[in-house]
């Protein structure tokens, strides 16, 4: 029980050695590394739902202009040619600008009209990415995304360092790329910590919670909101720019919908809103299913029943398993799988104070300087 | 998408798109009507609201084919009516239980969940429709039976108005009409009403609010059904997607006209039909949408409850 306790950084230390495994896939290093991305743009959701409680669902847009900048700004032709770090930056510099400035004249909506506006607002990112042909390439995408990491590098710098040789040649494959998304991912839930711990992460749970409430003592909502945007927009910026890098293109449009918006909203719920460490849970295993575990699993029914037939594909059900898991997660566990203890006492009043009961007896027993102290006659 | 303009016509301008946009608003409309009710009396956006319509369409669909066999306008007008007919009353049937049987299954139990709960899960029940959508016509769109004649009933004007206009408008405009009937002057409706103002007054006052928000939904579906039949008609195509973009339209239209404002969907979906075939007309097809979600953006920030929303006070 208590190894389950400190899971993350087991999982990070397992994630860390995988490429040094001899034998291990590099394909499913590649997968991990586009799951790394993914957990990053959920992070970034969950500080503008999670954590601000903004319905936003519009966060593919975010990712979609974070990929097609990297795309704009390496690309060979294009005058740009930046190295890979310097998209990068600018690629979270712009996606936190545009959220910000397509999100100020929109603050004094509430609720629902809020969460419709910036859907129209993702939609209307996506159309523009699909229908600017002479800058986005339309729905062919940009590629090949080929810059060095760093200005002045190219990705053969990197070959020396090679353990075994599938680790390919170009520095975004593998696992170069694998270690840097881990680390950024890393780093991303290490910011997000802090956030969360600072004073502006508190005004945010407080706006959450009674955005009134929280005007009155003093909160600015406007600022605040827009500031949750900044950060959640550039988080999104920087998980599209490794995307974009890791594909070496920025694919087709149709990659950044409304599905993908709504596919993180379900990882962050799954998880648990407001707790990174569930919302990464939520992600590695929504996406891990969809991306990872169903081409498996399909493999394995083929081989079994020795039929292609799409009804006996998992891929096939994948929407019907997510609806239902969605469905049956609101009516049992709507706080998610490890939930924030804010929301979950929200949710569960009598869990909370059997919760606090047991706190306070803990305490009482574990104080032998009050021991006649009898049982605690107020509840929490 | 609805892409129905033809080009064989000679340039009609400005009226002829006027025309076109209004009944393809209509249609829009229809299903914003749905949107709007639910959303009036429990405060859910009905994501699964769209993707009900298009599986209503695979049942008119399946409707044509199997039981009647009618699949051109050659065939006698007789079978046509008929045809159409059965449609019409098997499909709204089929989506108002559908829509029911979810309401009472998924949304029921999570009357007193916070809203991002029930929101959820109608994705959810999005995600399933779809899928379901799927498995049953395959990733690509279905031709559907073409039945209405094309033949023009304003030859000489210069407009175009076929059979299948009329046919959009003859359906639709009457059924708004006996929905503002029900809802202004039944009992029941004015039992939706008070629920929609509040419910838990309206429960003390005796009315059933789990039968009234079930009538809601069937009433919902219903008119999702009517639209995917007429949807299908006009079209000639349908396809496992199409529950998405459309309904994504008839949601602006709600939002646009004042969601929970049934009036204002109307005045919404005549209004994004219109906006869209002119945007088509003057900006390229592939530029209307962005222009539809542009006006909506715009109208939200000047008045942020819809066209015809009521200016109401947070609750505190």
Not at chain 1, 119 to 124: A, D, H, N, S, Y
Not at chain 2, 69 to 86: R, W
Request: charged share 10%.
């Amino acid at each position: 029980m208590n190894v389950l306790r400190h899971w993350l950084p087991i999982l990070f230390a397992v994630l860390a050695v995988y490429p040094l495994v001899p034998g291990a896939s590099a394909n499913r290093g590649e997968q991990f590394t586009i799951l790394f991305i993914y957990a990053i743009l959920a992070q970034g959701l969950n500080v503008v739902l999670g954590l601000c409680g903004l319905l936003h669902l519009g966060i593919a847009a975010f990712f979609g202009i974070g990929a097609y900048t990297v795309g704009i700004l390496t690309v060979g032709f294009f005058p740009f040619q930046q190295s890979f770090l310097v998209a990068a930056v600018a690629a979270v510099v712009i996606s936190a600008l545009v959220g910000v400035l397509t999100t100020a004249p929109i603050l004094r909506l509430r609720g629902d009209y809020l969460a419709l506006v910036t859907l129209g607002l993702g939609l209307i990112v996506l159309y523009a990415i699909r229908n600017l042909d002479p800058i986005t390439e339309g729905t062919k995408g940009i590629s090949p995304i080929d810059a060095g990491p760093l200005p002045g590098w190219s990705g053969r710098n990197l070959e020396r360092w090679r353990l075994y040789p599938d680790w390919g040649h170009h520095w975004s494959n593998y696992p170069y790329f694998y270690y840097l998304c881990l680390g950024l991912l890393g780093l991303v839930l290490w910011l997000v910590r802090n956030l969360e711990h600072s004073r502006l992460g508190r005004a945010w749970v407080a706006l959450r919670e009674d955005e009134l409430a929280a005007t009155c003592m003093g909160l600015n909502p406007a600022r605040l909101k827009l500031a949750a945007i900044a950060v959640g927009a550039g988080l999104g910026g920087l998980a599209g720019a490794l995307y974009a890098m890791a594909l070496r293109t920025t694919g087709n449009p149709q990659t950044y919908d409304f599905t993908l918006s709504m596919l993180m909203i379900c990882c962050v719920i799954l998880g648990g809103m407001g707790n990174r460490r569930g919302v990464l849970l939520g992600t590695f295993l929504l996406i891990g299913f969809d991306r990872i575990l169903t081409g498996i699993l399909d493999n394995q029914i083929q081989a079994l029943v020795g039929s292609a037939s799409p009804y006996l594909k998992l891929s096939g059900w994948r929407l019907i398993i997510f609806g239902l898991v969605l469905i049956l997660m609101m009516r049992f566990r709507p706080e998610g799988l490890l939930p924030a203890r804010r929301i979950q006492h929200e949710l569960h009043p009598e869990v909370a104070e059997a919760l606090g009961q047991a706190a306070a007896e803990a305490e009482l027993a574990s104080s032998p300087a009050a021991p006649t102290t009898p049982t605690p006659t107020h509840k929490p | 998408m609805v892409d129905v303009w033809v080009a064989s016509e000679p340039s009609a301008g400005f009226l002829q798109f006027l025309l076109l946009g209004l009944v393809i608003g209509s249609l829009y409309a229809l299903i914003a009507l749905g949107y709007t009710m639910v959303y009036g009396i429990i405060e859910l956006i009905n994501f699964a609201h769209g993707d009900l319509f298009m599986l209503g369409s695979f049942v008119a669909l399946g409707v044509a084919i199997w039981p009647m066999g009618v699949t051109s306008a050659d065939a006698p007008t007789g079978a046509i009516v008929a045809t159409v007919a059965l449609m019409l009353l098997v499909t709204p049937l089929f989506c108002a239980l559908l829509n029911v049987t979810v309401d009472r299954v998924v949304y029921r139990p999570l009357r007193q969940s916070p809203k991002l709960t029930v929101i959820v899960s109608a994705i959810g029940v999005s995600f399933i429709f779809m899928n379901i959508g799927l498995l049953w016509r395959g990733a690509t769109p279905v031709k559907f039976p073409d039945l209405i004649s094309d033949v023009n009933l304003l030859e000489g004007t210069g407009l175009r108005f076929t059979w299948k206009d009329l046919l959009v408008v003859a359906v639709t405009v009457p059924t708004m009409i006996a929905l503002t009937v029900f809802v202004r002057y039944t009992t029941l409706g004015k039992a939706m009403r008070a629920t929609a103002q509040n419910p838990v007054a309206a429960q003390l006052m005796g009315i059933n609010v789990h039968r009234v928000i079930a009538v809601t939904f069937a009433l919902g579906g219903a008119l999702a059904g009517v639209a995917s039949v007429i949807y299908g008609l006009y079209i000639k195509a349908v396809d496992y997607q199409m529950g998405f973009q459309n309904g994504l339209y008839a949601f602006t239209a709600a939002v646009l006209g004042g969601v929970g404002n049934i009036p204002g969907a109307v005045l919404g979906g005549l209004l994004i039909g219109v906006v869209g075939e002119l945007s088509k007309a003057y900006l390229g097809a592939k530029w209307s949408e962005a222009v539809i979600f542009g006006i909506l953006i715009v109208v939200l920030l000047f008045r942020p409850t819809g066209l015809l929303g009521a200016r109401t006070r947070e609750k505190v």
